[in-house]
């Protein structure tokens, strides 16, 4: 571990103590994850306290880890990756929804503007529900979509798909035109090719 991650990581302990988890390094960057009801003050400190200074959001996003071999745990998680730009280190932060039937977790948008569209994604993608959110409808599926793509139980095919119609100058649903089918790989075996006979 390099010198800065471990100061993060001291940092992060002397800071939050038992508020969040025990500061983990994967994949070269350290990750914590914060129980829901000490998400915004952490979120809030990390961004203010000059001894970590985490000003940007850069990114988050949803997990459904009902699928996950062996995992145990809650079913979704919201995480965050932040930049400190002040000390040039990386966090990753994660939360879980303490329901999987209706998750939410706390909103940060007050606390980084930026998280207001990921957060918006987050939410019609996994159907996490961010409280405190001023603005929490779908951004990348139409308004009258139902479900959350990015569930591990939605289904893999549909049944109704979405155009515009020139005629009625409006989107408007009817039954899937695809018939549905299995793609099986072909594997193709030429005789010739050992040889020398196919392309090199």
């Avoid at 730009?85 to 007050?110: G, Y």
């Amino acid at each position: 571990m390099s010198a800065k991650l471990d100061r993060l990581i001291r940092q992060l302990k002397e800071t939050f103590g038992d508020r969040i988890g025990a500061p983990a390094l994967l994949l070269g960057q350290v990750t914590i994850v914060v129980p829901e009801q000490n998400y915004l003050e952490v979120a809030l400190r990390l961004r203010d306290d000059p001894a970590l200074r985490f000003e940007q959001l850069m990114d988050l996003g949803g997990i459904d880890y009902s699928e996950f071999t062996g995992y145990q745990g809650k079913r979704f998680a919201a995480v965050s990756q932040l930049l400190s730009i002040t000390h040039n280190w990386r966090l990753t932060v994660k939360v879980f929804a303490e329901d999987d039937k209706f998750p939410v977790v706390s909103s940060v948008m007050d606390i980084w503007n930026s998280a207001n569209w990921y957060e918006r994604e987050a939410f019609d993608m996994f159907g996490i529900h961010f409280e405190g959110h001023v603005d929490l409808r779908r951004i990348l599926t139409d308004y009258g979509f139902v479900g959350h793509p990015y569930r591990k139980d939605f289904p893999l095919s549909g049944y109704v798909e979405m155009r515009y119609d020139p005629e009625q100058q409006r989107v408007v649903y009817q039954p899937v035109t695809i018939e549905p089918r299995e793609v099986t790989p072909r594997i193709v075996r030429e005789e010739t090719y050992a040889k020398g006979g196919g392309r090199g």
